[in-house]
């Protein structure tokens, strides 16, 4: 062990190897010799551990190219989604249509008019530039965009409800994923959480018996990831308004997965659109960018001018403001709902949730044909399945799609699964009985391709 610990590279002749010369190129001195330590250290261990190890010059440079060649590469980088689930919240929730994308790619590699006013060459609002969109397209006064929905409920109450009450119905006391849950949110900003009614059923009267002095408003939350059935009842949003605009309060709805448009054409259950909530009269109505609507990361507030200038006065809003990116992109958006027919060619998650059976049945067998044609031993099957929608959106909805499975006589499922994972170009799929599948429904145009290569480097 002794002997071979001694007979270990020297760092000075590694960094002085022919093959290390080209890595200062990128990387500057301390950095090569940092993973040259890195390398030894771990060829030094394995030793140590008892190991036939490889000590020779080479097979140290070689680990530590492997460990530069995996530092170039970029953490965040693409992937290919064949779960069926087009709102993936791990997978980054909704793609981007080529119009947002060309419009983030537009003001990003320019300077531009963020905050500043054109006409009257002076400062201007960054809201300004899809305020109008959205007031068009919701019926509301105003509207404001903060970084995600979850800060645009955080800065609604903070601005509006700090020291009161807050009254909500105990079905829909939502938790959003990551442990995030709404009564902490309202805790979080200094109100207090007043729960009213049943899990299953809360009347309108509920809500009446619960108002006092320290009452600051009424919140409801559209449980949109999840549903309460049968025995259940809650008032309907007139009349919930009603109620608060009597006793002088303030009624606020965060609907998290905004609609614009009604998806029940394609299949998809009947959900509110954010238009008909405005019109129920809510003070200030809040939601997504990057789910149903289909664009960048982003909690859209609209509602009245009386509750949105107060919004867009409040010091914590500079602390959740959004970038030209992300209004670049939502603008973009925004636009192709000014004609619906157009949204549902250009956005890329109305495109996959409104594909036809024989687009679907297309799709299938022609990535079954390049995977049989590879020779390479995998056993092909199409079989019927089910897509979601995913990202907390139609909970119970399943959309018919069709599935390629394979199977390789020489791999098991889970190690078909984690190489196709940590391919070049990494794939996500499903697994069932033995058998790893691709959802049609979420693949894009070139992923067939990418798919068979991997197929090809992995036996």
Excluded at 75 to 93: F, Q, S
Excluded at 218 to 227: A, C, E, G, I, P
Excluded at 364 to 384: F, S
Aim: aromatic letters at 4%; glycine letters at 6%; a negative charge.
């Amino acid at each position: 062990m002794q002997e071979k610990l001694s007979q270990l590279p020297k760092m000075n002749e590694l960094l002085e190897d022919v093959a290390v010369a080209p890595w200062f190129e990128v990387f500057d001195r301390p950095y090569v010799k940092n993973y040259l330590n890195e390398a030894l250290n771990q060829v030094r261990q394995a030793i140590l551990a008892g190991e036939d190890v490889d000590i020779s010059h080479s097979a140290v440079v070689a680990i530590a190219e492997r460990k530069l060649t995996a530092k170039k590469r970029p953490n965040l980088r693409p992937m290919i989604n064949a779960t069926g689930t087009a709102l993936h919240t791990n997978l980054g929730r909704a793609l981007l249509s080529d119009k947002a994308v060309e419009a983030t790619q537009r003001v990003n590699a320019r300077y531009s008019n963020l905050e500043y006013n054109v006409e009257a060459g002076e400062r201007g609002s960054r809201y300004a530039h899809i305020e109008d969109l959205l007031k068009e397209l919701t019926g509301a006064e105003a509207a404001l965009v903060v970084n995600n929905n979850a800060a645009a409920v955080m800065l609604l109450l903070t601005a509006t409800t700090q020291g009161q009450e807050v009254l909500i119905s105990r079905g829909e006391l939502v938790e959003i994923g990551g442990s995030f849950r709404v009564p902490d949110v309202i805790e979080s900003v200094g109100a207090r959480l007043k729960e009213v009614g049943a899990t299953n059923k809360t009347h309108l009267r509920d809500y009446e018996r619960a108002i006092t002095e320290e009452t600051g408003a009424l919140l409801r939350v559209h449980t949109s990831n999840y549903r309460v059935v049968g025995f259940s009842q809650v008032p309907d949003d007139k009349d919930l308004v009603a109620l608060a605009h009597q006793h002088d309060l303030p009624a606020f709805n965060d609907l998290g997965s905004g609609l614009l448009i009604d998806l029940q054409p394609l299949g998809l259950p009947r959900e509110p659109l954010v238009s008909e909530v405005v019109a129920s009269g809510y003070d200030v109505v809040s939601f997504s960018g990057d789910k149903l609507l289909g664009g960048p990361q982003a909690g859209i507030l609209v509602g009245t001018k009386q509750y949105i200038d107060q919004l867009k006065r409040h010091p914590l809003l500079r602390a959740l403001r959004v970038d030209k990116m992300t209004l670049a992109g939502l603008e973009a958006t925004l636009q192709a709902y000014l004609k619906p027919e157009q949204a549902m060619k250009d956005i890329p998650l109305l495109q996959m949730l409104g594909q036809s059976e024989e687009k679907l049945a297309r799709k299938a067998q022609t990535l079954a044909d390049d995977i049989r044609v590879l020779n390479k031993g995998y056993q092909v099957n199409i079989k019927e399945g089910q897509s979601q929608v995913g990202g907390g959106a139609f909970p119970e909805a399943r959309l018919a799609t069709h599935l390629v499975e394979i199977s390789h006589p020489d791999y098991s499922e889970s190690t078909l699964e984690q190489k196709l994972r940590q391919a070049e170009f990494p794939i996500i799929a499903r697994t069932s009985d033995g058998k790893v599948q691709f959802d049609v429904r979420t693949l894009l145009e070139a992923d067939s391709g990418k798919i068979c290569q991997a197929l090809v480097e992995m036996i």
